[in-house]
C-alpha cells in the first residue's frame, strides 16, 4: 500500500511520478530516498504519473516538459505545472 505522504519541498504538489517502480512527489524526494540527483537527461522519454486530484495515471512526454499545452492532467484538467 502506497503511504499517504506529502511533499515537504512542493506545497500542493499536484502529481507523483514513478520511477523504476518507484513512486515520488518532486525530484528532492528522490534525491532523499536515493541517494542522487535526478537528471533530466537521465529520465526516460516518458513517465507514468499519478494526479493526486482524480488519482488517474498517465504518460508525461519528457521531451516537451513545461511547455504550454502538457500542464494538466489529461484526464481532469487539474494544472500541475
Known amino acids: ?11 500542493n504538489a499536484q ?3 514513478n520511477l523504476n517502480g518507484k513512486w515520488y512527489d518532486c525530484h528532492e524526494c528522490y534525491f532523499e530516498l536515493e ?3 535526478l ?3 537521465d529520465l526516460p522519454t516518458s513517465i507514468p ?5 482524480c488519482r488517474q495515471l498517465f504518460q508525461k512526454d ?3 516538459f ?5 500542464e494538466t492532467c489529461p484526464h481532469c484538467g ?3 505545472m
Do not use: Y
Open 49 to 53: 504519473m499519478a494526479c493526486k486530484k
Open 78 to 80: 487539474n494544472r500541475f
Open 62 to 64: 519528457m521531451r516537451i
Open 1 to 11: 500500500k502506497k503511504s499517504q505522504r506529502m511533499c515537504k519541498h512542493i506545497i
Open 35 to 37: 541517494g542522487k540527483a
Open 66 to 70: 513545461g511547455t504550454t499545452d502538457d
Open 15 to 17: 502529481v507523483s511520478l
Open 39 to 41: 537528471e533530466l537527461g
